[in-house]
C-alpha cells in the first residue's frame, strides 16, 4: 500500500523555522513528482512547492517564495520542506503529494494525512 507521512509540524513564533518531512512508501519514489499543499481555515488547497522526479523543476507559490525550500531525497525516499521566516498567515495544514503520470501509465496520485503548522504573532 502506499503511503505518505508526514512529519514535522507544530507551533512556532513568528519568524521561526519549521521543516517538514514526508517519507513515501509502497512506490518507486524516483518516478514521482512530489509536492507540498496546504489548507487555511475557510481557504481552498493551496499548492506551496514541488519538485519534479529529477529534482531540476521546482516551483514555489508567490506566497513562499524566498522563505520556502523544498528538496528530496531519494536514496530515503523522502521530501522535505524547509520554512523559515514564517508568518501568522502561513498556518494551515500542510499535505504531502505525490505525483507519478509524468512516468507511469495511469492515475497514480496520492495524498498524506497532513501535519498542522500554527504560527503564532
Known amino acids: 500500500q502506499v503511503q505518505l507521512v508526514e512529519s514535522g509540524g507544530g507551533l512556532v513564533q513568528a519568524g521561526g523555522s519549521l521543516r517538514l518531512s514526508c517519507a513515501a512508501s509502497?512506490?518507486?519514489?524516483?518516478?514521482?513528482?512530489m509536492g507540498w499543499y496546504r489548507q487555511a481555515p475557510g481557504k481552498g488547497r493551496e499548492q506551496v512547492a514541488s519538485?519534479?522526479?529529477?529534482?531540476?523543476?521546482?516551483y514555489y507559490a508567490d506566497s513562499v517564495k524566498g522563505r520556502f525550500t523544498i528538496a528530496r531525497d531519494n536514496a530515503k525516499n523522502t521530501v522535505y520542506l524547509q520554512m523559515n521566516s514564517l508568518k501568522h498567515e502561513d498556518t494551515a495544514i500542510y499535505y504531502c503529494?505525490?505525483?507519478?503520470?509524468?512516468?507511469?501509465?495511469?492515475?497514480?496520485?496520492?495524498w498524506g494525512q497532513g501535519t498542522q503548522v500554527t504560527v503564532s504573532s
Open positions: 519538485i519534479d522526479w529529477s529534482g531540476t523543476s521546482i
Open positions: 509502497g512506490l518507486t519514489f524516483s518516478a514521482y513528482d
Open positions: 503529494h505525490a505525483d507519478g503520470r509524468r512516468r507511469i501509465s495511469g492515475l497514480y496520485l496520492y
